[in-house]
């Protein structure tokens, strides 16, 4: 396992940065037996050399401002993945722009994902405190930009300024709280951010269509303002004393500029902008076999190819992903675990709502009303989860109980039925929130216990894109099987004056308005099977995300003595 390292100028010689744990290379083991043999590798080198890092953790109202400023950023970003959804009529009503609406969302969430190993690599390199107040600066002047926006162009071009913001706050908490806080604290304000997070983007759609409809749209973006402005008066205020890991490295102009890895860096945020932009257009706005489509995914391949070739050839100080954490282990499964669970989790939110409004015939504030099991379940149980990985100081079993539960509860949601009564949904949504909640911090969790503090900065973001990553693509993906099978499905009931392309592209609300009276029970149970067929590919991801648990190694979170 590496060390954290500084480098001086005048000698370019390495001297090792004290970490609140020594790190030693331990066996390629796994199971319950394994973390008595990790406690005592991971706690026989501890000397001295680790005080130095304890002084600098926070306590008392230190620790609690910079927890709350961690927590408020984190509600704002995540209340902006959502809080547009319910707004998005209203914006295209005043500017007369339809075909840009999926632009609204998208270019967010495309910025978002496309920068997270970038920011990983900005807070392993320059200083915590300037690139998470930079990020949260570049977040608050988006919001500006699209609250005031004249045109429909001007506001897509804020959406995507907030998202490059945005993808900085939540993994600089999680970095914030890996140098502020001891390594047996940490899952519980983990699982803080994992619960806010989960809160906002469930309550994200109320507050913007109640802005929307009582007062304007753009009061969504304007409510980032104040309380951004808020979170980094305190976090500059409060961030001045932190760890020597966490102040950058003092180097050369030009040593820097290579350090953030610019060959990686265009190549890797270039292909996750063609495959995003694919996975939006296929199927919608373009068939699959345009060539505009074709064309996106084979530039993202190649991108995507020289990507790694970049990070395969260059030394690990340069590389965006250094050799050694991609070969991690425990990295590895981890990330593939939050890949499969952001997918699944996100794939349910996005789509559920849809079996209430279309099938169930609920407005849109009761269908909000009605998945509340799954969001809020999450949310309690993420944070529950931190409290008992905290006390029993390793994360893997509930990586296990996470992938069964979400297994489990995928399954279930593969029953739902337009009969099905109000206590088996609830139940449904609620096995497959426990089981989510149960997984979603443990990565990260992960990431924290098996690098160094030094590495904790590109490892959080592997973490990030691996789970953000997971849910913009099987997102699509979902939608994609639901929309093709409702098409056949639809086609294949061969009802007169019932076009099955016009029904994929209405609003789920507005299908009792275009099938005949007579024929609304037909089509319903094909719209409810076709939304069967989206929840299989959540089940078949629930289902993989078994192999993380059974890749990682069950290292112990708490020091000899705690």
Request: glycine share 10%; charged share 10%.
């Amino acid at each position: 396992m590496l060390s954290p390292q500084t480098e001086t100028e005048e000698e370019g010689t390495v001297e090792p940065l004290p970490n609140d744990h020594t790190q030693t290379e331990c066996k390629e083991s796994s199971g319950p037996n394994h973390e008595q043999t990790l406690q005592t590798e991971f706690t026989k080198s501890e000397t001295p050399a680790a005080e130095p890092e304890q002084q600098h953790y926070a306590q008392g109202w230190r620790l609690f401002l910079i927890l709350s400023a961690l927590l408020l950023s984190v509600f704002c970003q995540a209340l902006d993945d959502t809080i547009i959804a319910t707004a998005i009529p209203r914006i295209t009503d005043e500017f007369k722009r339809l075909n840009d609406a999926g632009w609204y969302g998208s270019a967010y969430l495309l910025t978002n994902a496309a920068f997270q190993l970038f920011y990983g690599k900005l807070y392993q390199i320059l200083p915590l405190r300037l690139v998470f107040l930079s990020a949260l600066l570049i977040f608050e002047a988006g919001s500006l930009i699209s609250a005031l926006s004249p045109t429909s162009a001007v506001l897509i071009a804020g959406r995507a300024i907030a998202g490059t913001g945005a993808a900085g706050i939540t993994s600089g908490a999680l970095n914030i709280i890996a140098h502020t806080t001891p390594i047996h604290r940490r899952p519980l304000f983990v699982s803080l951010i994992g619960a806010v997070y989960g809160i906002a983007s469930a309550i994200g759609p109320l507050i913007g269509g109640a802005f929307a409809e009582r007062v304007t749209w753009r009061w969504n973006f304007y409510l980032n303002l104040p309380i951004g402005g808020a979170t980094v008066i305190i976090l500059f205020l409060v961030l001045r004393r932190l760890p020597p890991s966490a102040q950058g490295h003092r180097l050369p102009f030009l040593t820097t500029i290579a350090r953030l890895d610019p060959i990686g860096t265009f190549t890797f945020i270039p292909s996750i902008a063609c495959l995003l932009t694919a996975l939006q257009w296929g199927g919608t706005t373009y068939p699959w076999s345009n060539g505009r489509i074709i064309a996106l995914l084979t530039v993202f391949a190649v991108l995507l190819v020289a990507f790694v070739l970049a990070q395969a050839i260059q030394d690990d100080k340069n590389a965006t992903v250094p050799k050694h954490i991609a070969k991690n282990r425990d990295m590895a499964f981890g990330a593939l675990f939050s890949f499969c669970q952001g997918a699944a989790f996100n794939l349910y939110i996005f789509s559920i709502p849809l079996y209430f409004q279309a099938v169930k015939n609920a407005t849109p504030i009761q269908s909000g009303v009605d998945y509340l099991p799954l969001i809020l379940g999450n949310a309690v149980v993420i944070f529950v989860a931190g409290s008992l990985t905290a006390k029993i100081g390793t994360n893997v079993p509930w990586v296990w109980a996470s992938s069964v539960l979400m297994a489990v509860g995928a399954g279930t949601l593969t029953l739902l039925r337009p009969n099905t009564r109000a206590d088996r949904w609830i139940g449904f949504q609620l096995l497959f929130a426990v089981g989510s909640g149960l997984g979603f911090q443990q990565p990260f969790v992960t990431a924290q216990a098996v690098l160094p503090l030094g590495d904790i900065g590109p490892g959080t973001g592997v973490m990030m894109l691996a789970n953000l990553g997971g849910g913009a693509i099987f997102v699509s993906v979902a939608l994609s099987v639901f929309a093709e099978n409702l098409v056949s499905g639809v086609a294949a009931l061969g009802l007169d004056g019932v076009d099955a392309n016009s029904i994929v592209q209405l609003g789920a609300t507005e299908l009792r308005q275009l099938v005949p009276p007579r024929d609304v029970d037909q089509v319903v149970s094909v719209y409810n099977d076709a939304l069967v067929k989206a929840y299989q590919v959540g089940l078949i991801l629930s289902c993989i995300s078994v192999i993380g648990p059974v890749g990682m190694r069950w290292v112990p979170l708490k020091k000899k003595g705690d």
